[in-house]
């Protein structure tokens, strides 16, 4: 999953008449080559392969297991199809909170304050509830991590993850639509997934690399040798519209008859016999309790929260709370636990005097539709997310080319839609909008969010209930280390360094010096302040992952094998966000689709190898 960043992209502006998504409507059932996929009524009894989780790594794997004519493979997938306003970049922020969305939050602050602006002191957490998954509410942000990242998972026992092993998958999926980066040895053309750089920037864009290159910065290519630096956002965009996995991975394939596609058919448990091996998926479809067998395996794609809720309401998961809430114990394993999360400084505001940045006012226009409708180009394919930027705190080894902060650039802020929508799906109190944002709705005002890339803090999540219908805990445990707070409070300088360049000097940029509600005692920008602004804004870019963790049997810790086994049981693979021994440096929506490309062979190697094994008994 994702790889879902910035509420709204900091776009935020009212739906677009009627009239734009009937032309969208008509662009898309008449000139788009691909139709939707079918979702299938009548289901077989037994499949070879079932497959919780149509999603960023789900729809990776149903499409690369049904390559074999021979398997049969359900995807069961808990909501609906994409539709036209999820199709348009612009609009992403309209998503959330919405059918679309598993609308989770996470659980008030018990002991390190977190999310404190926010209503209740809980942070909105959303996750796609559609097929897709969260690659259709995310911003489309395509990063792929670091080098370091993954040979760190080797290191950390999980042979065949080190970098070198996984570029070749990052490859696969990708078609890149920019020359220059395409006739890179990083980059690939013809695979399903499209990336290219959004057709329609603002002049700040520039700016931003501009101003980049003065602090000393290369413009690269952060997903190519090196990922210290800053580039224009490459994104999972075709033709201006959004390249959700299912639009990538299932509609090319709607009429394979070995696969069937189960929407709004919400998995309950996985089903077991007395040698522990999975038999299948119960789950609930229409009203109906329903159960599909399985003869090979069962793979859950469920995501960093649902993965690790339907292990545990299986009877996979730490045995003392599973006792707690009366589940058999299948498996003991760490499950829930290692929850990572990317988190920084929301609305984080620069203002500007020229009208160049994004704003409701400005762009909600017939003639801006109308170009997106008939030319699928302009404002509309812009996903709010112009630039993005690896920098090294004073935290980071500046030896080695892994930096520690992330920088997501926007033409725009939290008041640029002025009040509409962005202030409802963060979350944000009425008191907390009214102080700092409401007096600057007319401004010019552009953002940086500023993210650590590897939080020492980790949470997480546990049942609530063993009804897998009501939504598990989720307790990111963010900032309980000083050291996560040191390394953003570095970050925001930095951030202030690119508003002092001469290159946002050409348009007056400055911060917006008005005070954090609640951290009114400490002067502005000294630590104090921006460690209260942190704990009090807290803006999760909505990246959890680890909840089912990679690792070698020596590991206590570890939830699945490197084969993304689960330890303890037969038959039952985790392919998703949750298996990640350490979170990758950058979004990781990329990373999950690579999961879901190279766990797909390791699951055809493995058959291929049992079935030679077979044979050669047989033969005895």
């Given at each position: 999953?994702?790889?879902?960043?910035?509420?709204?992209?900091?776009?935020?502006?009212?739906?677009?008449?009627?009239?734009?998504?009937?032309?969208?409507?008509m662009?898309?059932?008449?000139?788009d080559?691909?139709?939707?996929?079918?979702?299938?009524?009548?289901?077989?009894?037994?499949?070879?392969?079932?497959?919780?989780?149509?999603?960023?790594?789900?729809?990776?794997?149903?499409?690369?297991?049904?390559?074999?004519?021979d398997?049969?493979?359900?995807?069961?997938?808990?909501?609906?199809?994409?539709?036209?306003?999820?199709?348009?970049?612009?609009?992403?922020?309209?998503?959330?909170?919405?059918e679309?969305?598993?609308?989770?939050?996470?659980?008030?602050?018990?002991?390190?304050?977190?999310?404190?602006a926010?209503?209740?002191?809980?942070?909105n957490?959303?996750?796609?509830?559609?097929?897709?998954?969260?690659?259709?509410?995310?911003?489309?942000?395509?990063?792929?991590?670091?080098?370091?990242?993954?040979?760190?998972?080797?290191?950390?026992?999980?042979?065949?993850?080190?970098?070198?092993?996984?570029?070749?998958?990052?490859?696969?999926?990708?078609?890149?639509?920019?020359?220059?980066?395409?006739r890179?040895?990083?980059?690939?053309?013809?695979?399903?997934l499209?990336?290219?750089?959004?057709?329609?920037r603002?002049?700040?864009?520039?700016?931003?690399?501009?101003?980049g290159?003065?602090?000393?910065y290369?413009?690269?290519?952060?997903?190519?040798?090196?990922?210290?630096?800053?580039?224009?956002?490459?994104?999972?965009?075709?033709?201006?519209?959004?390249c959700?996995?299912?639009?990538?991975?299932?509609?090319?394939?709607?009429?394979?008859?070995?696969?069937?596609?189960a929407?709004?058919?919400q998995?309950l448990?996985?089903?077991?016999?007395?040698?522990?091996?999975?038999?299948?998926?119960?789950?609930?479809?229409?009203?109906?309790?329903q159960?599909?067998?399985?003869?090979?395996?069962?793979?859950?794609?469920?995501?960093?929260?649902?993965?690790?809720?339907?292990?545990?309401?299986?009877?996979v998961?730490p045995?003392?709370?599973?006792?707690?809430?009366?589940i058999?114990?299948?498996a003991?394993?760490r499950?829930?636990?290692?929850?990572?999360?990317?988190?920084?400084l929301?609305?984080?505001?620069?203002?500007?005097?020229?009208?160049?940045?994004?704003?409701?006012?400005?762009?909600?226009?017939?003639?801006?539709?109308?170009e997106?409708?008939?030319?699928?180009?302009?404002?509309?394919?812009?996903?709010?997310?112009?630039?993005?930027?690896?920098?090294?705190t004073?935290?980071?080894?500046?030896?080695?080319?892994?930096?520690?902060?992330?920088?997501?650039?926007a033409?725009?802020?939290?008041?640029?839609?002025?009040?509409?929508?962005?202030?409802?799906?963060t979350?944000?109190?009425?008191?907390?909008?009214?102080?700092?944002?409401?007096?600057?709705q007319?401004?010019e005002?552009?953002?940086?969010?500023?993210?650590?890339?590897?939080?020492k803090?980790?949470?997480?999540?546990?049942?609530?209930?063993?009804?897998?219908?009501?939504?598990?805990?989720?307790?990111?445990?963010?900032?309980?280390?000083?050291?996560?707070?040191?390394?953003?409070?570095?970050?925001i300088?930095?951030?202030?360094?690119?508003?002092?360049?001469?290159?946002?000097?050409?348009?007056?940029?400055?911060?917006?010096?008005?005070?954090?509600?609640?951290?009114?005692?400490?002067?502005?920008?000294?630590?104090?302040?921006?460690?209260?602004?942190i704990?009090?804004?807290?803006?999760?870019?909505?990246?959890?992952?680890?909840?089912?963790?990679?690792?070698?049997?020596?590991?206590?810790?570890?939830?699945?094998?490197?084969?993304?086994?689960?330890?303890g049981?037969?038959?039952?693979?985790?392919?998703?966000?949750?298996?990640?021994?350490?979170?990758?440096?950058?979004?990781?929506?990329a990373?999950v689709?690579?999961?879901?490309?190279?766990?797909?062979?390791?699951?055809?190697?493995?058959?291929?190898?049992?079935?030679?094994?077979?044979r050669?008994?047989?033969?005895?």
């Open positions: 999953m994702s790889g879902l960043t910035l509420p709204a992209a900091f776009l935020g502006w009212t739906l677009i008449p009627l009239l734009g998504i009937g032309f969208t409507m662009r898309y059932n008449s000139i080559p691909e139709t939707h996929p079918i979702d299938q009524r009548q289901l077989l009894s037994t499949y070879d392969f079932i497959v919780v989780g149509g999603g960023s790594a789900g729809a990776v794997v149903a499409n690369r297991l049904s390559e074999i004519p398997w049969k493979v359900l995807l069961i997938e808990a909501g609906g199809d994409e539709n036209e306003v999820s199709d348009v970049p612009a609009l992403v922020g309209y998503l959330q909170l919405s679309m969305d598993w609308m989770y939050q996470t659980a008030p602050p018990t002991n390190s304050p977190y999310c404190l926010m209503v209740g002191d809980r942070c957490w959303p996750r796609g509830k559609v097929l897709g998954g969260s690659s259709v509410l995310n911003a489309m942000v395509y990063v792929r991590g670091n080098r370091l990242d993954y040979d760190l998972w080797e290191r950390l026992g999980n042979p065949g993850w080190s970098y070198d092993d996984v570029l070749p998958y990052f490859i696969k999926s990708e078609d890149n639509r920019n020359p220059y980066l395409a890179t040895a990083y980059h690939g053309t013809g695979g399903y499209t990336v290219q750089e959004t057709p329609w603002t002049p700040l864009s520039i700016a931003f690399l501009q101003a290159a003065e602090l000393g290369d413009n690269r290519d952060i997903n190519g040798a090196n990922q210290t630096g800053f580039m224009l956002t490459q994104a999972t965009i075709r033709r201006g519209s959004r959700s996995t299912a639009k990538a991975f299932l509609r090319p394939i709607r009429n394979r008859a070995n696969l069937h596609i929407m709004k058919a998995a448990k996985v089903t077991f016999n007395k040698d522990k091996r999975a038999t299948g998926v119960e789950f609930t479809r229409g009203g109906r309790v159960h599909a067998r399985v003869r090979r395996e069962v793979v859950l794609s469920a995501g960093a929260i649902g993965s690790p809720q339907l292990l545990m309401v299986s009877g998961g045995k003392e709370h599973l006792e707690e809430m009366g058999p114990v299948l003991d394993l499950v829930g636990d290692h929850l990572q999360d990317h988190v920084g929301g609305g984080l505001t620069f203002l500007v005097n020229e009208p160049i940045t994004f704003k409701k006012d400005r762009f909600q226009s017939p003639s801006v539709a109308l997106y409708i008939l030319n699928e180009r302009g404002p509309m394919t812009n996903q709010g997310v112009e630039g993005l930027a690896f920098v090294n004073r935290y980071a080894d500046p030896s080695i080319d892994w930096p520690d902060m992330q920088f997501h650039f033409p725009s802020s939290i008041s640029s839609d002025a009040g509409d929508n962005i202030r409802k799906i979350g944000l109190r009425d008191s907390v909008y009214n102080t700092m944002y409401k007096p600057i007319n401004a005002a552009w953002s940086i969010l500023p993210l650590l890339l590897r939080p803090s980790s949470g997480w999540i546990r049942l609530k209930s063993k009804n897998p219908m009501i939504y598990p805990e989720i307790v990111p445990n963010y900032f309980t280390h000083k050291e996560d707070i040191d390394i953003l409070v570095d970050g300088r930095i951030a202030m360094q690119v508003s002092n360049s001469s290159a946002f000097q050409r348009f007056g940029s400055r911060p917006l010096t008005i005070k954090m509600p609640g951290c009114q005692k400490y002067p502005f920008d000294t630590y104090d302040y921006w460690e209260c602004a704990r009090h804004f807290t803006f999760t870019i909505y990246h959890p992952t680890g909840t089912a963790k990679m690792g070698p049997n020596s590991d206590p810790t570890a939830v699945v094998d490197s084969r993304l086994r689960v330890y049981v037969k038959g039952l693979r985790v392919v998703d966000a949750s298996i990640m021994p350490e979170i990758v440096s950058g979004n990781p929506n990373p689709i690579m999961i879901g490309e190279k766990a797909s062979d390791m699951i055809k190697e493995d058959w291929k190898m049992l079935r030679r094994e077979t050669r008994h047989a033969g005895r």
